[in-house]
């Protein structure tokens, strides 16, 4: 079972530069999050799609978008790259039952970013 | 806002010795979930507890929900290298309906032979 798959793995890019993070799931989950990871600050959302065809922000949006494409696919994209996006993408994905139980989350590996 | 704080952030042990990781909140939780991240891995789910006052056992690791449901905590008991990691507390929102999570800013485990 591939689970959540992410591409790249690795990017560099220059300010201002764009760039699209793929993220795709084979667990037939009907939601989706993008995360950033920066060193003493956890995991932060940036966006989520609660199911297909909906997105909504997270707690930091700025500077970015997204797509969700269909059931499996949700893309993260970066208009305008800034130093301050700098940081290791995290594309995840639960099946939400609406129960108060909490859902697991299953995690990509990553995308490492590098904004020069 | 709901907020998690983790503590400590980093904590580097001998093998054999036991430690105790915290996940304090003001906010109240449905449930709390552990996972642990290896480097240039995603995170992987440890545990959900989700009844105040519930305690999980998975092999040397306690995990236990505060009876407000407003915290909790990791006991790792004689700790071994391959729990070197970072562990990462998330809650899910009371009232949510998107299955969002909120987390902790991590704890990161070294443990030295």
């Known amino acids: 079972n591939a689970g959540v798959t992410q591409t790249p793995k690795f990017q560099v890019l220059k300010t201002g530069q764009s760039m699209t993070l793929q993220c795709a799931q084979d667990?037939?989950?009907?939601?989706m999050y993008w995360y950033r990871q920066d060193p003493g600050m956890g995991l932060r959302l940036i966006y989520y799609s609660a199911s297909e065809g909906t997105t909504d922000k997270g707690e930091v949006p700025n500077g970015y978008n997204v797509s969700r494409l269909n059931k499996r696919e949700f893309s993260l994209r970066l208009e305008s790259a800034a130093p301050s996006q700098t940081s290791v993408y995290f594309c995840?994905?639960?099946?939400?039952?609406?129960?108060?139980?909490?859902?697991?989350?299953?995690f990509g590996a990553g995308t490492r970013l590098s904004v020069l | 806002t709901q907020l998690l704080e983790q503590s400590p952030q980093f904590l580097s042990i001998q093998e054999g010795e036991n430690l105790t990781v915290y996940c304090n909140s003001s906010s109240v939780f449905s449930s709390l979930q552990w996972y642990r991240q290896e480097p240039g891995e995603g995170p992987v789910l440890l545990v959900t507890v989700v009844t105040g006052g519930e305690v999980k056992k998975l092999k040397r690791l306690t995990f236990q929900f505060g009876d407000a449901r407003k915290d909790s905590s990791l006991h790792i008991t004689a700790a071994q290298p391959g729990d070197t990691g970072l562990y990462l507390c998330a809650g899910a929102e009371k009232k949510s309906n998107t299955g969002k999570l909120i987390f902790g800013q991590g704890t990161t485990l070294q443990v030295k032979p």
């Open positions: 667990m037939n989950h009907n939601s």
């Open positions: 995840a994905s639960t099946f939400w039952t609406g129960g108060s139980s909490g859902n697991i989350q299953y």
